[in-house]
């Protein structure tokens, strides 16, 4: 009995394609949008200085009377960032866009649109870890002391905030005054009945991390009344006066185990002791998130530098007149000096280089009888 199955007719079938495309993975992009945008005129180079005034040393002593203050110098602190410039491109040929179900050009214009914003992003957080002043929970004096247990706490986020009002660093919604005036009225602001309301910093964190700190009860209290009216994007909550958001695009680490490390025997490292650190970079943020162990102390010796093999050819050997001693002349011969825009023969170290006397002796024959 004759069946008519489906992979007889397997050239007839049209493979279909959703009209609508996937979303990409989100993204929490928050803190380009904390910094202040600063512009460069046109026509000023790529140097943008700050400067500051620093504040004048207060008086050590009263005034005596008849007698003027002693006076104090006007001293400056500047810093200076340099103007980069960003940019990528996408190929987009006419025959793609005539030929492909979706609008590849469009989709282009889209995915440039959020590189640039992601590249916002990533660029301030290289910006902030080139940054020196670095701690660690738990008062750990290096990241590669940090063990399993060490994770955000509400110790270390005290001791933060204390820094912070310590050295006077602004706050978000906070005075303006340089020097503020704290009264017992305008000190005081109830931030449960107005969360938004209050002078405050800002943790930015991965969410990794902020899933540790959310063990914390004190924490998740603060969140139940500071989502009332929350101000950043992605914000989670707030603790005292700092309030937390979480961003996926926080760089993170990853730690590996050292690499073998083996003295080699060419290149020009001098005679000594040498550690090797590797790191590796993702590709798609570009942050460099894979830290390897530091390598033991390796012993390199430099290679031996090179000589010359030098034979030197007997004048009198040479014109094939026997085996007399060379006389005193072909004993010390000279060197033949090297003529401007003639060519060198290589230096190796195996080969050898003739020496020829400048005015070789001139040997006399007699003819017998």
């Given amino acids: 009995m004759a069946t008519n199955t489906a992979p007889s007719f397997q050239a007839d079938i049209e493979q279909y394609i959703a009209d609508e495309t996937l979303p990409l993975a989100q993204r929490h992009l928050v803190v380009y949008n904390l910094g202040d945008k600063l512009e460069l ?65 469009e989709k282009a214009v889209e995915l440039t649109a959020l590189q640039v914003a992601e590249t916002n992003e990533r660029n301030t957080y290289n910006n902030l870890m080139a940054l020196t002043q670095i701690n660690y929970v738990n008062s750990r004096g290096a990241r590669s002391a940090l063990v399993a247990g060490d994770v955000l706490d509400s110790n270390t986020l005290n001791r933060t905030n204390a820094a912070f009002e310590t050295i006077g660093v602004w706050q978000f919604q906070g005075d303006q005054q340089t020097d503020v005036q704290r009264t017992p009225s305008s000190s005081f602001t109830r931030t449960d009945s107005a969360p938004s309301g209050g002078p405050h910093y800002v943790l930015v964190a991965h969410p990794l ?43 993170s680490w990853t730690g590996v185990a050292t690499v073998a490390v083996t003295a080699g025997t060419a290149g020009s490292l001098q005679t ?9 970079q993702d590709t798609q943020n570009q942050y460099e998130s894979r830290i390897y162990q530091g390598s033991a102390s390796t012993s390199v010796t430099a290679p031996e530098p090179r000589r010359l093999s030098c034979q030197r050819t007997d004048a009198g050997r040479a014109a094939g007149h026997g085996d007399a001693a060379p006389s005193q002349h072909d004993r010390h011969p000279h060197w033949h000096r090297h003529r401007p825009g003639a060519a060198r023969r290589p230096r190796d170290r195996h080969h050898r280089l003739s020496l020829v006397p400048l005015r070789p002796r001139r040997l006399r024959h007699r003819h017998a009888g």
């Fill in 41 to 105: 005129p046109k026509g000023r180079g790529t140097n943008y200085t700050a400067t500051r005034f620093q504040r004048l040393a207060l008086p050590y002593a009263p005034l005596a009377e008849g007698a003027p203050a002693p006076g104090e110098f006007l001293s400056i602190q500047q810093v200076t960032g340099v103007c980069q410039q960003w940019g990528d491109l996408v190929r987009v040929t006419d025959v793609a866009e005539l030929t492909i179900k979706h609008p590849v050009f």
């Fill in 209 to 251: 991390v902020v899933g540790d700190f959310r063990n914390s009860s004190t924490f998740v209290l603060a969140a139940s009344y500071s989502s009332v009216n929350r101000l950043y994007n992605a914000e989670v909550g707030q603790w005292n006066d700092i309030r937390v958001v979480k961003s996926n695009l926080v760089p």
């Fill in 272 to 280: 000594g002791s040498y550690f090797v650190q590797v790191t590796g």
